[in-house]
């Protein structure tokens, strides 16, 4: 039944390229020439930019700068998209740069873990394994670490040039003194320190002279500016933390809005892309620019940054920290769990790389910050990459008993009869999956009712319904055990109505049901996840998001499915015929051995109002 193009999805639609203002100002930039000539700033050493296939410095360049400290979730997969996408449209790069200036929050696991989602998304940010060189560092691939000793001296030029002072208040005092938005903030009775003694008290700070907390470099910007990101931000603290790649060399360590900046200089970026949360703090990005640049430390024209509006998907949620509740907490079963919106969840669950990305763009890019998508749109996505490549297959979800009764009679006790149907309707070039009919076979619970309600064509006493692929059958009832349970239904073959044959439409039926046979069916794990929370926006507001978690976002069925899937491997995408679209769970599937398949979604939208 496998084929090489199993899943491999249908290509995503074309860019809508009016609709997207990040790529306006790109376009913009190369036609004005707005980046040529360009080079690369700091001094030997700095940074990898020695590294293979550093771009032409005039062509685009962006970057995807996650914090190594947890495992990636959808809205970074908008993030991944546009950054990768609109680096390769133009020609340029994008790099792949591992935020990891808190060295207390960050793990290599974590690093594997965005390596790995970046790769199955489809992007390998140019870059390709070398087996002979296991986890080494690839071209187009950066730390913020890979900076330290720049960001050091950078912070020594802003201290001996008076745009940076070392504060010994506490954090509580630091707090009540930068004021808020109705108050402006008050200036530290260290600020007017000597550039040589602030000078002194950082290099005491770097030599792990005093204890954590005790100071803070922060940069001299404007105490009373309305922005309160400009109220002296802080650049670096004390932290006596092992880093995952500098080790134990040091124990100060830069902030985010200090660091992010300079990465961006030195890797030559030409269009920093964030989302809406970071426009505030761009003015302290061009300030920071600006005072490295009057110093030469860095060469204009610098980087610029860019916010759009981040990707809200209705019943998720992103926050880091309650995804970590989730997990800890024990509401999900581990990071992967395939109701979490974390990219290894989504991608167990059965997510495509290609439903992501298209289901990305046409999210849009705009600077509205509010808009929620809603999760049907990642569905649709999904359906729409799917079925024009998966394979089909029939499984029966909730197994009932079906007894032919005259098989016997017409057919012989130990016939099975050979039935066939295309893996795909729609290409014939993929083959035929076979499987057999007996006297019993499995049959959907919900196929037969007893007293039928209107409009019900399937079985019931009197009716008759094809066996998809199979042949008519007439109902005649059921049997049902002590308490009242229908354990098994009964009914007759209809002679010279097989599928494909041609008496096959000498009796005229209204309901058309699939089955498995019971010789050749095999038992399979099902599990059914539906969406985590009940409620569109389950965090906004402050509420407890917990209350809003569905108690039926998980249900596993013991099924029946057809054999062709004996040898499905772990990862491979199916459309059980009636029932939606699954995949082989790429943990606990074992080809032959132990079929578990998740459903990824329904043939249409469930949730729909």
């Known amino acids: 039944m496998s084929s090489p193009t199993n899943n491999k999805a249908a290509p995503a639609a074309e860019p809508t390229k009016a609709g997207n203002f990040i790529r306006q100002i790109v376009e913009h930039d190369l036609q004005h020439g707005t980046y040529a000539g360009r080079h690369w700033g700091g001094e030997p050493g700095d940074g990898p930019s020695h590294q293979a296939g550093m771009a032409d410095p005039a062509k685009v360049r962006t970057r995807f700068p996650p914090e190594p400290n947890g495992y990636l979730h959808i809205g970074h997969a908008k993030s991944i998209w546009l950054n990768f996408s609109l680096a390769a449209e133009f020609g340029g790069v994008c790099h792949l740069r591992f935020d990891d200036t808190n060295p207390e929050k960050e793990e290599q696991e974590y690093v594997e873990a965005i390596r790995e989602a970046v790769r199955w998304l489809g992007w390998d940010h140019h870059f390709a394994d070398d087996p002979a060189r296991p986890g080494m560092r690839q071209p187009h691939e950066y730390f913020a670490s890979d900076y330290f000793d ?170 880091k920290r309650k995804l970590r509740q989730l997990v800890e907490e024990g509401h999900v079963n581990g990071w992967d769990d395939p109701r979490m919106p974390t990219l290894v969840g989504l991608r167990r669950r059965g997510y495509t790389p290609e439903a992501l990305r298209l289901f990305a763009e046409r999210s849009g890019v705009t600077k509205s910050g509010g808009a929620w998508t809603d999760y049907a749109a990642l569905d649709a996505a999904l359906r729409e990459t799917l079925d024009p490549v998966v394979p089909r297959a029939m499984a029966v979800l909730e197994p009932l008993a079906l007894e032919i009764t005259n098989w016997d009679e017409l057919m012989g006790p130990a016939h099975l009869e050979p039935c066939s149907a295309p893996v795909h309707p729609h290409h014939p070039e993929m083959g035929q999956r076979h499987f057999t009919l007996g006297r019993q076979v499995w049959i959907e619970r919900d196929d ?37 349970h229908i354990t098994k239904v009964l009914a007759k073959l209809v002679p010279d109505t097989k599928s494909g044959t041609p008496g096959a439409d000498s009796v ?77 769970d790429r943990r606990e599937h074992q080809p032959g051995k132990e079929l578990v398949f998740n459903r990824v979604t329904g043939l249409r939208d469930s949730w729909g109002k």
Request: proline share 7%; charged share 25%.
């Open 150 to 319: 720049f960001m050091y001296r950078a912070a020594e030029y802003l201290i001996e040039a008076g745009h940076a002072y070392v504060d010994e208040q506490t954090p509580e005092q630091m707090r009540a003194n930068r004021g808020d938005f109705g108050k402006p903030g008050i200036d530290s009775p260290f600020r007017s320190r000597s550039p040589a003694d602030n000078l002194a008290r950082f290099r005491e700070m770097r030599d792990g002279k005093h204890p954590d907390g005790a100071m803070v470099l922060r940069a001299k910007v404007d105490m009373a500016s309305p922005n309160i990101n400009l109220r002296d931000p802080t650049l670096y603290r004390i932290r006596r933390a092992t880093h995952h790649n500098t080790g134990d060399t040091w124990c100060i360590y830069p902030m985010y809005t200090f660091a992010h900046p300079i990465e961006d200089a030195l890797e030559q970026i030409t269009h920093s892309i964030c989302t809406l949360e970071f426009e505030d703090q761009r003015p302290f990005y061009d300030w920071l620019m600006e005072r490295l640049a009057e110093g030469g430390l860095l060469t204009a024209p610098p980087p610029r940054q860019y916010e759009f509006g981040r990707l809200n998907v209705g019943h998720v949620i992103t926050s």
């Open 448 to 484: 037969y009712a007893e007293v039928p309600p209107k409009g019900f064509f399937r079985l019931f006493p009197g009716n008759k319904v094809r066996l998809k692929y199979g042949y008519v059958i007439e109902c005649t009832g059921a049997t049902k055990d002590a308490e009242g």
């Open 508 to 584: 005229k039926v209204k309901g058309v049901i699939t089955w498995v046979g019971a010789a050749d069916g095999l038992h399979a794990t099902v599990h059914l996840y539906d969406r985590l929370f009940t409620e569109e926006q389950p965090d906004a507001g402050g509420k407890d998001f917990l209350k809003a978690l569905n108690p039926h976002s998980l249900r596993t069925a013991r099924a029946v499915v057809e054999p062709a899937l004996a040898q499905a491997q772990p990862e491979e995408r199916f459309q059980f015929e009636r029932h939606g679209f699954f995949v082989a």
